[in-house]
């Protein structure tokens, strides 16, 4: 009872490793750095010893990616285009899709553009902070205009269903 703590150098270093890191280190991360230091010291006393000061990691909740695909919903449309991705007529075939950018201060850029695949010209396009079904509607009415003056042949229009 009166025995001197034998791992007081130990919690100690491990105190010292977890305050350097802001309290972002777990006990793997903290074994790991100790080794670095060349330090030999078992994984699962670091973890005892953690456990002991009552130090724990900050966790970080991590938000999940954009998924816009939530299986059959609605009706299907048919394949028209086969991956047949050249056309010799202008806005015969134009596709669309949404793109995700990640920005600064956590924040997220999504982009809608309609492309036509006769020269790769982008005909319409629009930018939102949430991926919201009138964000891609908007890119849909600027080609729309396009479409009526210069079409020649039928248009298809061909989308992930995203």
Not at 38 to 45: A, D, F, P, R
Not at 88 to 99: G, H
Request: charged letters at 30%.
């Amino acid at each position: 009872m009166k025995k001197e703590d034998p791992d007081l150098a130990w919690k100690t270093l491990i105190l010292e490793t977890f305050e350097q890191h802001e309290g972002r280190y777990g006990y793997r991360r903290i074994h790991v750095e100790l080794k670095a230091e060349g330090h030999k010291i078992n994984h699962k006393k670091v973890q005892r010893i953690m456990n002991e000061l009552n130090l724990k990691c900050i966790k970080f909740v991590h938000k999940s990616r954009y998924k816009s695909y939530k299986g059959t919903v609605g009706k299907v449309a048919k394949n028209r285009l086969n991956r047949r991705f050249n056309t010799p007529y202008a806005l015969q075939k134009l596709v669309t899709d949404v793109t995700e950018f990640k920005c600064t201060n956590n924040e997220k850029l999504y982009l809608s553009p309609m492309m036509d695949l006769y020269n790769g010209e982008i005909i319409g396009f629009s930018m939102s902070k949430r991926p919201t079904l009138e964000f891609v509607i908007d890119s849909l009415k600027q080609a729309l205009p396009i479409i009526h003056e210069r079409a020649e042949y039928r248009t298809i229009i061909h989308s992930d269903q995203g």
